[in-house]
């Protein structure tokens, strides 16, 4: 990321307007003081300097600039605070690759969606019958108005009337809220009075829809009870969290996260007093949603409904889960019942019990695959084993998993050699992804990077396109340097050369020393942009020294080549020399470029 875009969000928001959001400052002389945002206290010890843009705080010693703070406040990763910033800025970022709409795309589809929600929230406030379903459903008025609830025009294409002098018609095709008609034009994907509920990203942008039918249609009706947005340029359903832009707050508070089926349970959930409840937006959770969560919760209670469909999509969330390193406890409902239901009958206390008696996630498929009062036969004992095995084989830590195979030994009689085996059948069964290598990448017993190399990686780490660094004759060398370099660290070229945004997941295809080690060194909290000028200078003079050892190398080679051409092959033993003096060259003219740039140093 560019250091320009750095210092034009910081030159259009003031740290203190963006500090303000989140806690009241009071200036004193030169700076502002205020309790601290990130730990408890009675008497301000949080300092905001405006002239310097920078914040501290004597008491849990936490300070830096307006993008530590939001990194801190919001749990965002660097380029997730810069793109939050930048969104408040009003600031383009340059673009990642090839990922991603544009700034003013995001804008567009922003705006489409912030449009067609004032149209549905119009329609509820004049459509009494819709209310008064809701408020049975003990939905309050004011809780509507929170989660801007809507509801679809019983016309065919009442939205689309209302938006298509707005946008472009383009735009309005690919936003997920209409559908082509057989005979041109468009018609609303949301009708027949269906409620409406807004999704929005964590930043609380409207991103897309769900509409839930509330009128029962006649028998042998085709129309299904929801109808979701599907993927639209800014809304992708396996990368959102149904209500966590309302839940981060409460998660500040106390870390654990409860996670329902639906809009009307997260609502009800709400209302009732646990503001920490999102929904998957799915039938159960991805890896991008688990790992969206595990920024802000530390543990998780998964609360689905109390019927078959609801304890599958339990199994294959706690399978997601425990591939995070989460190990989420699970709420059991009376059969039949969904947590909305649950709270219209029991209230906010009974669903309280519910959810302290929630169960740790083996107990819960322990209970499950195996009802109590039901004979423990070796022939039970193997079927349990055998549905528990692929909720182990995810979880990550072997110690953990090793507890877990412990447990499952002890109350089934199986011996850990004979759940061990199965685990390892399991894992041999399982097709292997083919990733076709970036470099070729010969086997060596150590796998932790050398001094060079971590210094390597910490200068590459600092500068965003390195390659871009050097002159485009010298691009192709810098990448057979990099080769050279790091081609037999498993991971490590794709984790230089994928999205920051995709670094942590990279990191999973290294071995784990390695991916320790280069994890500490990405998230060093000296690989900021502000150096950016003297880390790509730094990048220079360290790439004339691997350059050099590198065409030495290859040198060396040659020479190695030449003792085994024949005598008679004149024309193999000349091609090869001309390749060799000009390496040397080469060598030659990069060593006198590294004494002259030590000279100007000097």
């Not at 383009?92 to 700034?103: F, N, Q, S, V």
């Not at 809220?177 to 034009?185: I, Q, S």
Request: contains cysteine; neutral net charge.
């Amino acid at each position: 990321m560019s250091d320009d875009a750095v210092q034009q969000i910081k030159s259009e928001l003031s740290l203190v307007d963006v500090i303000g959001r989140y806690t009241t400052l009071k200036k004193k002389g030169n700076r502002y003081f205020a309790c601290c945002p990130f730990h408890s206290e009675k008497t301000p010890s949080f300092s905001v300097d405006a002239q310097k843009g920078f914040f501290y705080c004597f008491g849990c010693k936490k300070g830096g600039d307006h993008f530590k703070f939001i990194q801190e406040i919001e749990n965002l990763s660097f380029v997730e605070a810069l793109e939050f910033l930048a969104d408040q800025a009003g600031i383009e970022l340059p673009k990642r690759g090839l990922k991603g709409p544009d700034r003013k795309t995001v804008d567009l589809y922003r705006a489409i969606n912030e449009q067609a929600l004032l149209f549905f929230e119009k329609r509820l406030d004049r459509d009494g019958d819709v209310r008064a379903y809701l408020e049975k459903r003990g939905i309050h008025h004011s809780t509507m108005k929170l989660f801007r609830l809507g509801v679809a025009p019983d016309s065919w294409d009442g939205l689309f009337q209302k938006l298509r002098d707005q946008f472009p018609p383009e735009a309005l095709a690919k936003s997920g809220l209409f559908k082509a008609g057989k005979t041109g034009g468009f018609y609303d994907l949301f009708r027949d009075r269906r409620i409406m509920f807004p999704i929005f990203d964590v930043h609380n942008h409207v991103v897309a829809f769900g509409g839930r039918r509330w009128i029962e249609e006649e028998e042998g009706s085709q129309s299904p009870k929801y109808i979701n947005s599907p993927e639209s340029p800014i809304y992708t359903k396996g990368k959102h969290v149904y209500n966590l832009n309302f839940a981060r707050p409460y998660l500040k508070k106390t870390p654990e996260i409860i996670v329902v089926e639906g809009y009307m349970d997260v609502i009800q959930v709400y209302q009732a007093g646990f503001g920490a409840v999102v929904a998957p937006l799915g039938t159960a959770f991805t890896a991008d949603q688990a790992r969206m969560v595990k920024r802000y919760a530390k543990s998780i209670v998964l609360n689905f409904d109390g019927d078959q469909a609801g304890f599958q999509a339990a199994q294959k969330s706690i399978e997601v889960l425990l591939g995070q390193d989460l190990e989420p406890r699970v709420i059991t409902l009376p059969e039949g019942m969904d947590p909305d239901d649950l709270i219209l009958k029991e209230g906010a206390e009974g669903y309280r019990g519910y959810q302290q008696r929630a169960e740790d996630f083996f107990d819960f498929l322990y209970h499950r695959f195996h009802p109590q009062g039901q004979e423990m036969n070796p022939r039970a004992a193997s079927a349990l084993v055998q549905q528990m095995v692929p909720h182990l084989q995810a979880i990550r830590d072997p110690i953990i998993r090793e507890g877990y195979i412990k447990q499952l030994s002890e109350r089934t009689g199986a011996s850990a050699d004979s759940i061990h085996y199965l685990l390892n059948l399991k894992k041999k069964s399982e097709p292997t992804p083919q990733k076709k290598p970036l470099a070729p990448q010969p086997k060596r017993g150590v796998t932790k990077l050398s001094l060079m190399e971590e210094q390597v990686l910490r200068i590459l780490l600092k500068v965003p396109k390195a390659r871009e660094v050097f002159p485009e004759e010298d691009q192709a060398l810098f990448d057979q340097v990099l080769s050279q370099l790091f081609g037999d660290r498993p991971g490590v070229l794709s984790f230089l050369q994928g999205e920051e945004s995709d670094r942590l997941d990279l990191l999973e295809e290294m071995p784990d020393e390695l991916a320790q080690q280069v994890k500490h060194i990405f998230l060093e909290d000296d690989l900021d942009p502000d150096s950016y000028e003297e880390a790509s200078a730094h990048l220079k003079s360290l790439f004339l020294d691997l350059t050099i050892v590198y065409l030495k190398r290859q040198s060396q080679k040659i020479s190695e080549m030449q003792r085994h051409v024949e005598v008679s092959d004149h024309a193999r033993s000349q091609e090869l020399s001309r390749k060799k003096m000009g390496i040397e060259k080469q060598i030659r003219s990069l060593t006198r470029q590294m004494k002259e740039a030590k000279g100007q140093k000097s």
